[in-house]
């Protein structure tokens, strides 16, 4: 096991949670716009702390990696999480390091894999594009997207592509985050399609594998 891998197995529960310290951070002000404003500043100034740790967690991996430069065009999205603009809505895409996560805790087989990342993924671009959007839409004028319950429905339609066209974010940053719903539920689609195909191959392959086998004796 190389250096960046002992630091990131290390890292992976206090990362998890405060990338759960920072959903809380950002949703709780954007579900509650009428929150204390002392509250507030203490809210933005946790999830700056968590951006901070986010940073120092890759300035870490980066100084431990072998080839620094490999490693970092490699591991290009964490890169482009750490230096995203401050836009609250953008913000969210940090918490795309959770997929880490996910991959090391998904099954071995290709089904299981699979059900691990379609679950985990749907759940996390359906749950937070909504807030995004939430985010970003709000407080638009001529917004038709103004509490989270219509955001919800609004991102379950968009990212299973059916797109039934009652809600739509009127907002640069709401179109932005409704163009990346539909970039992940294509990719959810074209994975469970491949997913399958690849099993289905696997499946023939071992039965003929197996009829041979039968023959020959």
Known sequence: MTKVERWERRSEVPLMLLAGAFVVAYAWPVLDPRLDPDLRT???ALSWTVWA??????AARLFLAEDRRRYAVSHWYDVALVLLPVLRP???LRLLALVRILDRSAAGSI???????VSGATLLA????????????QDAAEA????YGDALWWAST?????????RFPVTGEGRFVAVALMLV???LVGTVTASIASWMLARIESERAAAGTSEDA
């Open 111 to 117: 089904a299981g894999r699979v059900l691990v990342y």
């Open 90 to 92: 953008l913000r969210l």
């Open 144 to 147: 038709n997207i103004t509490t």
């Open 126 to 137: 359906v749950a937070l594009g909504a807030l995004a959007t939430l985010d970003a839409e």
């Open 185 to 187: 539920g294509i990719a």
């Open 158 to 166: 968009t990212v299973t592509t059916v797109g039934y066209g009652d």
């Open 42 to 44: 203490l809210l933005d």
């Open 53 to 58: 740790a986010f940073a120092i967690d890759l």
